[in-house]
């Protein structure tokens, strides 16, 4: 088998087809979520705590040319994004798993055994056929 057609072979499975199509959806889902975030959440964040951009907010170490800015608000942010993605893909699972699930069936009846009465009865008459 050669090297082409394996990899036709393994690009063609149903498990490869879905991964990619859940990827591509998936980013464009992440893109919808950070627009959430963005553009709805974080201003209403930031409202609430006095008008604090939080993509703005930094920590500077050092002095003349030896220096770094350490951007923790883009942290922040991205912890929130991270969250109400999470949250959404969490919440579609349960409706999901809630629209799939069916009712499950009753279990058969098994029949009943013989009660310990009939055991014995019959442990006594095979006794006396000995």
């Known amino acids: ?50 008008n604090i951009d939080f993509t703005k907010l930094a920590f500077k170490f050092g002095e003349g040319d030896l220096t770094a800015n350490l951007t923790y608000g883009n942290f922040i942010q991205n912890v929130v994004d991270f969250l109400i993605v999470a949250f959404c893909i969490f919440l579609m699972l ?7 699930r069916k009712k499950e069936a009753p279990a058969p009846e098994t029949p009943a055994g013989p009660t310990q009465e009939e055991l014995l009865a019959e442990i006594r008459d095979l006794l006396k056929q000995k």
């Open 1 to 50: 088998m050669g090297f082409i057609s394996e990899f036709k072979e393994f690009a063609m499975k149903g498990n490869v087809l879905d991964m990619a199509v859940g990827v591509i959806i998936g980013g464009a889902f992440g893109k919808i979520v950070s627009s959430l975030v963005d553009d709805i959440l974080m201003p209403l964040v930031g409202m609430m705590t006095g």
């Open 94 to 100: 349960k409706g999901i798993n809630k629209f799939n």
